[in-house]
């Protein structure tokens, strides 16, 4: 837990330290230099499913941050209410209705539309669309196969049928919306054709990106670094920063930004990824392994280990999974 300075109020965040989406609510904790509180939530070990945390976030959904008695969800929320909850720091959600506000609002808007999970999986479940490596070993690809990726979807979908059949009356209509996305999910990542598409439709994105950073540079004063929407760092940066950490990380950046295509966009991530608070975030992917391997063995023992609990590796990086291959041997022979 990380350590929470005598202030009132004290955020209290809920999630899993390599999800993208706590990772933005992090991010945006650490630019307004605000200590908080955390709970590991292992989603891998349903935990989101349990009916403390359908209380408290009834779309099973991670992170949830709490202040004080009141619970807010979805990560662009979450960077909303710590902005405005917090003085410290710099202001990340500019007035929407001034200019720069107003970019901030639509590229925020633009990136979270990127449908990341899709992205994730179904660049797993169809390696030939991928550009450059994963940034994971080989043991990690061995567990990875399509095969096992439709096994696991399979396991997930019959668990919340199971789950319907045991819950509270009150927590059902909560499951079924769980099943019904899972199973939209498991249709698009399956489908080469439908992950080729949403590669496709990201090309625009990065136009975008593009152009608007090749405006950024013409406003800026030289010596001033160039963010997405000019000199000040601000909430569309925290979320690009992280779109652009898993499209790396699944091995698919290249075909967006490198030297010989869109050198701005490629320029830009590198100054965000240099960036402390960028940095401390990213480490987080590392540090999160022997938490996740922790809890792992304590919901589910070996076997935990043994199936791989596919969905969660793919956050751990290269560093994470290389440990966990270590580890799975020494007790797969206890």
């Known amino acids: 837990m990380r350590t929470c300075r005598a202030q ?31 709970k ?12 403390w945390y359908l209380r408290i976030n ?21 960077i909303d209410v710590v902005d405005h909850t917090f003085s410290s720091g710099p202001t990340l959600v500019p007035d929407v209705e001034t200019g720069l506000g107003a970019e901030v609002k639509r590229f925020r808007e633009l990136l979270d539309s990127v449908p990341v999970d899709v992205i994730t999986f179904g660049l797993l479940a169809n390696p030939q669309l991928r550009t450059t490596e994963m940034k994971m070993p080989a043991a ?9 990726i439709a096994k696991n979807f399979a396991a997930s979908i019959e668990k919340y049928k199971k789950q319907l059949q045991t819950c509270p ?15 939209e999910r498991r249709d698009k990542v399956m489908n080469t054709l439908k992950v080729q598409a949403t590669l ?20 800026c004063s030289e010596g001033e670094d160039v963010w997405l929407c000019g000199a000040r760092f601000t909430a569309a940066d925290i979320t690009a920063a992280m779109l652009m ?16 295509g869109r050198q701005e966009v490629l320029s830009y991530y590198t100054r965000l990824s240099a960036r402390p608070t960028v940095k401390r975030t990213y480490a987080l992917v590392e540090k999160s392994k022997s938490v996740y391997m ?20 793919v956050g751990l990086g290269y560093l994470g999974v290389r440990e966990y291959s270590r580890a799975y041997k020494g007790i797969k022979n206890a």
């Not at 009834?58 to 979450?78: A, F, T, W």
């Not at 990065?206 to 608007?212: G, M, P, S, V, Y």
């Not at 304590?298 to 969905?311: E, R």
């Open 200 to 219: 496709d439709d990201l090309e625009s994105v990065f136009n975008q990106l593009a152009d608007r950073l090749k405006k950024s540079a013409a406003e």
């Open 140 to 148: 990690f690809k061995k567990l990875t196969t399509p095969a096992n």
């Open 8 to 38: 009132d109020p004290c955020p209290f965040l809920r999630g899993q330290d390599y999800i993208n989406l706590l990772n933005l609510a992090v991010l945006a904790l650490y630019e307004k230099d605000v200590e908080f509180k955390d």
């Open 58 to 78: 009834p779309n099973g959904m991670v992170p949830v941050l709490q202040i004080g008695d009141k619970y807010y969800s979805e990560s662009e929320h979450i």
């Open 294 to 313: 922790m809890y792992a063995v304590k919901k589910y023992g070996k076997i935990a280990l043994k199936i791989g609990l596919v969905v969660g590796l």
């Open 169 to 183: 009356s009150d927590l059902k209509q909560n499951i079924e919306m769980k099943l019904q996305r899972i199973t």
């Open 245 to 260: 950490f898993r499209l790396e990380m699944v091995g698919v950046l290249s075909r967006f930004a490198s030297p010989s």
């Open 40 to 51: 590991y939530v292992n989603i891998h070990a349903g935990e989101q499913n349990e009916e």
